[in-house]
């Protein structure tokens, strides 16, 4: 029986955050709602109105698209607070796999890194996690269950590259990570994304 890959833990901080809802019946057709939420990553922040990031879905070169996910593809992410100048304002990760299972337990999966800004010619990461971060989140149904997990791994702020004030900025991000801020959003996308069904 298949089960979603999650990447080991080898240094920094790591958080495991996890979502179940259990209906009385009905549950494969709402794990099918809820997998078209999943993959709508453009409309995450309406799982839940604590949520105030922002996420858009966008292809390998940063462009826009309103579709489901592909591995290649980039996610620019919005924080509330001032955004990163290497990322033109944006935090950015990168779609490195995508994963399901079938019945009797299915589920789906999909796990993105810190990247670049795909729309310029620098390399240095983009985002307050440095390379080697990775957030799988995952969406099960056991039943009529359904659970929603997002699973960080590796997370050390990206103070190593990049502008002084996106270093002290993504000091200051992960700092709020590492003291349960991250941990509070994943769990109202969580508890969204098994609400909504």
Not at 67 to 83: K, M, N
């Amino acid at each position: 029986m298949p089960h979603p890959y999650l990447s080991p833990r080898r240094e920094g901080d790591h958080h495991d955050t996890v979502s179940m809802r259990c209906l009385d019946q009905g549950g494969a057709a709402a794990y099918h709602r809820a997998v078209d939420r999943f993959y709508a990553v453009g409309s995450w922040h309406e799982l839940n109105s604590a949520l105030r990031t922002h996420f858009q879905l966008c292809d390998g070169g940063g462009k826009p698209v309103e579709r489901r996910p592909r591995v290649g593809d980039t996610i620019r992410i919005d924080l509330a607070g001032p955004g990163s100048r290497s990322g033109g304002g944006y935090d950015w990760v990168a779609v490195t796999l995508l994963d399901s299972g079938e019945e009797p337990l299915p589920f789906v999966a999909m796990s993105i890194v810190p990247c670049a800004d795909p729309r310029s010619a620098t390399t240095d990461v983009a985002h307050f996690y440095a390379a080697g971060a990775v957030n799988t989140f995952v969406l099960r149904r056991l039943g009529d269950c359904l659970l929603a997990e997002v699973h960080g791994r590796n997370e050390v702020p990206n103070v190593g590259t990049g502008p002084l004030v996106d270093r002290l900025r993504n000091e200051a991000i992960a700092l709020a990570g590492r003291v349960g801020f991250s941990q509070v959003q994943w769990k109202d996308w969580t508890d969204g994304l098994v609400s909504v069904v």
